[in-house]
């Protein structure tokens, strides 16, 4: 993949690549990422998945409402990448973008799932607002992240079309079931827990 990339950012000048000298893991690398951007929005892709074809308009359209988030729904495919959803009425241009309170990602079986990976954030929010995801934490990153941004913003739009291919990948990080991943996963929740009651100490939120 590296050697691909090298390639490509040869052919384009836009493509910018930063390796880590090791793994370490995907806060620190989104949180690195977030650090380099120039753009005026950010789109963080994981790995392994798929923008859909159009998707990338979501980046004008939150421009055009001056939104600091932008979010749309998202498919689940197998490891080979096939999926049952249907999206012949995926239109990206007549898509029902609106304020929402109720902003998590839809899959095709109506799962919501707290997915910084399904749209798009402004770049000057983030930092505004000393977002970025706890470095702490191995799993569910991604729902902190969630519980900290609403709170910064009324400025959420979330749309109905499917902007995403979620591949879910049996060998993937994510997936892995070893007791090494569940002791991680276990002092994530613990790091989650403590930065809660952080907020709640600071009376951030009202909601115990």
């Not at 977030?34 to 753009?39: F, P, R, S, V, Y």
């Not at 789109?43 to 359209?61: C, E, H, Q, T």
């Not at 939150?62 to 990448?81: F, H, K, P, S």
Request: hydrophobic residues 30%.
């Amino acid at each position: 993949t590296y050697d691909i990339l090298v390639q490509l950012s040869k052919k384009y000048d836009h493509i910018r690549i930063c390796k880590n000298d090791q793994n370490k893991g995907v806060s620190y690398t989104r949180n690195r990422t977030m650090d380099l951007a120039k753009g005026e929005y950010i789109w963080f892709v994981d790995p392994d998945d798929m923008l859909i074809n159009g998707a990338v308009s979501y980046v004008r359209k939150a421009q055009t409402m001056n939104a600091d988030v932008l979010l749309g729904n998202y498919i689940r495919t197998n490891e080979e990448g096939s999926y049952d959803a249907d999206l012949s009425k995926n239109d990206f241009h007549q898509d029902k973008i609106e304020v929402t309170d109720h902003f998590s990602p839809v899959d095709n079986r109506g799962e919501r799932m707290s997915a910084c990976w399904a749209g798009v954030f402004k770049r000057n929010f983030l930092f505004d607002n000393s977002l970025r995801f706890n470095e702490k934490m191995v799993a569910q990153e991604d729902t902190l992240f969630y519980f900290q941004f609403s709170m910064k913003t009324q400025s959420i739009y979330k749309a109905q079309t499917y902007c995403y291919l979620y591949r879910i990948r049996s060998t993937s990080v994510m997936h892995s079931k070893s007791d090494e991943r569940m002791k991680k996963y276990y002092f994530s929740m613990l790091e989650m827990l403590r930065v809660y009651q952080e907020h709640y100490a600071n009376k951030e939120y009202n909601d115990e």
